[in-house]
């Protein structure tokens, strides 16, 4: 996005597994966005109440305010018409509603940064987030590093038996693995890690 003639908006979208960097690089941006005095808003899910109520952290203690919403909807009507910039973390849980909100603010001339999990806890794609690759101006993947073995990871290994989509909250529940060490079914996968899993845990207690 070197050449942006006007005040014409776009949609940039950050993905990867857990523990990548999405939200490290989406603070980044947002945060030089501020540097050069341009109107930001932030918002994430409330759902993600991990780690701060009213802020984006990443995992290696990167802070920025944001605005919790319920749904994707409320982001349009939390929107202040002077807004230049809009930052949404975790879009991931704001279902499909997301994209059109997206859309609407980049065609209002805003510069619209998302980010989220790509695929989900069996390595599937987790909807919204193809959508909105699909319609996005630019797209960054980001990759971690397989906890197992330091090869680049791709995928959000979860360590706990459930099949829900959504298991938040659960401090060391998910892991980043590569394509050769991931387990899609977190049954095995919980067997496995079972008491490394515990230890874990109680080393994190408390923390995202
Ligand atoms: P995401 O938003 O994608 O979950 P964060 O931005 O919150 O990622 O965290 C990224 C940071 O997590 C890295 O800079 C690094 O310090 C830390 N980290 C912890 N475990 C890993 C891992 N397995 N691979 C890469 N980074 C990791
Ligand atoms: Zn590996």
Known sequence: MDIVKGNMGWIEVVVGPMFSGKSEELIRRLRRAEIARQRVQIFK???DSRYAANEIVSHNGLGIPSDNVTKASEIIEKMQPRTEV?????AQFL???VVDVCTKLANLGKRVIVAGLD?????????PMPRLLAIA??????????????????HTQRLVESEELIVVGAGSAYEARCRRCFEPNPALAAREAGPLLLRNRAANAGGK
């Open 45 to 47: 899910p409330s759902i």
């Open 86 to 90: 809009v930052g949404i973390d975790e």
């Open 95 to 97: 279902g499909d509603e």
């Open 119 to 127: 695929t989900d806890f069996r390595g599937r794609p987790f909807e």
């Open 137 to 154: 101006e630019e797209i960054t993947k980001l990759l971690a590093i397989c906890v197992r073995c330091g090869n680049p990871a791709v």
